[in-house]
């Protein structure tokens, strides 16, 4: 069974602070996608990335990177220079994808980790 | 495209009364799921459809019901509410191959 923990339930950071959010997965597939989804306090789920199990390269984006290592089995997300519209919940998780035609792709989602950029 | 669309935003039931909570999709995307959002708390899966016509439990599928009649909707039923139910809903759709999941905005349904 496929299994996603995000040991840290509560960071609080200062504006401008660099912060690191922890995900580690466990699966059995060799086939799999890590995701990082934002629910900010108005409650949505917004999309923040998708990786494969095969590309390990590390991606950028303005301020987010995210750091994937298949040996220790976690996908960690850095925001660099935070800003308090950066507050909210963030959630990893992880599809399977080598039963995607019978599962339908679902997602197996962490606890989440509550950000919180005071100013 | 509205994407996934879910109604109500809001709803309070009195135990044993039941509902259906409405969701649809616009993109013509095979998979559709349900996931309840206790507080605090990450989501867990309802049910899910991998087309009209085919619908499979998911982790917490006790309570509820679905249906997948057509390719754009995908109502979620709930019999007999019980407290324990009293959680956010959220609808999502994906293609096939790109495994993204979009989200409607939420139920946020209280039993009380």
């Known amino acids: 069974a496929q299994k996603v923990t995000q040991a840290q339930t509560e960071i609080s950071v200062v504006e401008k602070e660099d912060v690191t959010l922890d995900c580690v997965y466990e699966?059995?597939?060799?086939?799999?996608?890590l995701f990082w989804y934002k629910q900010p306090p108005s409650g949505e789920l917004v999309f923040l990335i998708r990786?494969?199990?095969?590309?390990?390269q590390n991606e950028i984006s303005g301020r987010y990177s995210w750091n994937f290592q298949k040996s220790t089995s976690s996908f960690n997300f850095t925001i660099t220079a935070s800003q308090v519209v950066d507050s909210a919940v963030y959630f990893c998780a992880l599809s399977e994808a080598g039963r995607a035609e019978t599962s339908g792709s679902r997602l197996t989602f962490g606890e989440g980790t509550q950000l919180t950029v005071n100013p | 495209n509205a994407g996934v669309t879910q109604t109500p935003k809001f709803r309070i039931l009195k135990i044993g009364q039941s509902m259906t909570l409405q969701c649809t999709q616009d993109m013509n995307h095979n998979y559709m799921y349900w996931y309840r959002q206790d507080p605090g708390m990450g989501l867990k899966l309802i049910y899910y459809s991998v087309g009209a016509g085919i619908t499979d439990k998911g982790e917490v599928p006790n309570g509820y019901n679905v249906s997948r009649s057509t390719t754009e909707d995908f109502p979620l039923r709930l019999e007999l509410a019980a407290p324990s139910q009293t959680s956010v809903y959220f609808c999502?759709?994906?293609?096939?191959?790109?495994?993204?999941?979009?989200f409607g905005p939420g139920t946020r349904l209280t039993v009380t």
């Open positions: 999502a759709s994906t293609r096939v191959s790109s495994y993204e999941q979009y």
């Open positions: 699966t059995r597939d060799t086939t799999y996608y």
């Open positions: 990786r494969n199990s095969f590309d390990e």
